[in-house]
């Protein structure tokens, strides 16, 4: 719950004194859905790992009151160039005729895959977004009594997060992965949750804008292929393609997807 001083509210983020916070910040903003996670009522399936028999219908964004209005503003500037290098909304921006994006099939953990090379972009941009979410929904859990970064972590994240000039590509690695159709379409949104990752390292997942991408939450050292699969400083990334259906986290929820595709087929059956 936020803080009171005085009469005024502190907002969790700023830390500044403030009357009101804003009535509705995104948590994880609109664009960042995939197409065919709305139904005809532009509602999507809010599936939250950390709770697979919790189902809410999300309306144009996931949500919530937990920030004041300046930091709601300035993290929408984060979403704004998230968007515009990685949703289709951005396709004639600067950002996206910039970068550079070779693809060719190569042999990975996993076998023969398609992996696509980016560069020319801008890495303290495209993590300050990733991080943005993940502050976001850390803050919001915790205003909610359900934290999941412990506060060393996300005063670590938060310093990385407002210091400009500080570019870190190795305390809190970021993963891309890039989700290519096959079989069932993945309708319906991951919200963030903390998993375990490669040798037992937690990571920070969210799925969206036909990406899954992963932040390693450790204080330990890093598992080699996190160097190359990594957001690097220089402004590169190396992701792989990678079925929905093939991911960790698709196959951790699968039961509750099978229910809720249960389910909306079984409303269709019923409707005159």
Same mark, same amino acid.
């Given at each position: 719950m936020p803080k009171y001083e005085g009469g #005024?509210? *502190? !907002?969790?983020? !700023? +830390?500044?004194?403030?009357? +009101?916070?804003?009535?509705n910040s995104h948590i994880i903003p609109e664009w960042i859905y995939e197409e065919n996670s709305y139904d005809e009522k532009h509602r999507a399936i809010g599936l939250n790992l950390d709770n697979l028999e919790k189902e809410n219908n999300v309306q144009q964004g996931y949500r919530g009151s937990f920030i004041c209005r300046t930091c709601e503003t300035n993290f929408s500037k984060n979403d704004r160039y998230g968007s515009l290098l990685l949703s289709s909304k951005g396709k004639d921006s600067k950002i996206q005729k910039d970068l550079v994006v070779e693809t060719r099939t190569c042999q990975t953990d996993i076998g023969n895959t398609e992996v696509s090379f980016w560069s020319n972009f801008k890495f303290k941009e495209l993590q300050n977004f990733i991080f943005? *979410? #993940?502050i976001r929904d850390h803050l919001w859990r915790k205003a909610n009594k359900r934290a999941q970064l412990n506060d060393e972590h996300y005063q670590k994240i938060k310093s990385l997060y407002l210091n +400009?000039? #500080?570019i870190d590509?190795?305390?809190y690695p970021i993963l891309v992965v890039k989700l290519v159709k096959n079989g069932m379409p993945? &309708?319906?949104?991951? #919200?963030p949750y903390v998993y375990r990752f490669v040798d037992d390292h937690r990571a920070y997942?969210?799925?969206?804008a036909g990406f899954l991408f992963h932040t390693l939450i450790s204080s330990h050292k890093k598992p080699p292929s996190t160097e190359v699969q990594k957001i690097q400083k220089d402004g590169t990334v190396c992701i792989v393609h990678m079925p929905f259906e093939e991911t960790d986290i698709f196959k951790k929820a699968?039961? &509750?997807i099978l229910k809720i595709r249960e389910t909306d087929a079984r409303q269709k059956t019923l409707q005159p």
């Open positions: #005024l509210m *502190i !907002c969790p983020f !700023c +830390e500044k004194e403030v009357s +009101e916070f804003h009535p943005s *979410i #993940l +400009e000039t #500080l590509d190795v305390s993945s &309708r319906g949104v991951f #919200l997942a969210f799925k969206g699968l039961p &509750r």
